[in-house]
């Protein structure tokens, strides 16, 4: 069982920068395949980019395309999302998330992850 701690959250300006932290512990972050979703105030949490166990390859929402960067380092045990030219409708808290079967796939649902870290706000303002 991994379990996952977000980091990295905060307020800043429409059209700042954020950079997110997932930090992994108790298995290897190599096992499996990662994601980033997130959750506004009376919404469904939604899927915001995702990332296959080696990260060759990576899949990310319209909403943020062009915008944010998901990467991994499977040595440090790590998950980041790099978020750039932030918009006030990305106001959410945002959540990684691990895959625990073994697939070579990029996954974008809720319901194909195992696990869940607590969240980290992000607000941005107009």
């Known amino acids: 069982q991994v379990q996952l701690v977000e980091s990295g959250g905060g307020v800043v300006q429409a059209g700042g920068s954020l950079r997110l932290s997932c930090a992994a512990s108790g298995r290897p972050l190599s096992n499996y395949a990662l994601g980033w979703f997130r959750q506004a105030p009376g919404k469904e949490r939604e899927f915001v980019v995702a990332i296959t166990r080696t990260g060759g390859t990576t899949d990310h929402a319209d909403s943020v395309k062009g915008r944010f960067t998901i990467s991994r380092d499977n040595v440090k045990n790590m998950l980041y999302l790099q978020m750039n030219n932030l918009k006030p409708e990305d106001t959410a808290i945002y959540y990684c998330?691990?895959?625990?079967?073994?697939?070579?796939?990029?996954?974008?649902?809720?319901?194909?992850?195992?696990?869940w870290g607590q969240g980290t706000q992000v607000t941005v303002s107009s």
């Open positions: 998330a691990a895959h625990g079967l073994y697939t070579t796939r990029v996954l974008t649902t809720v319901s194909q992850y195992n696990y």
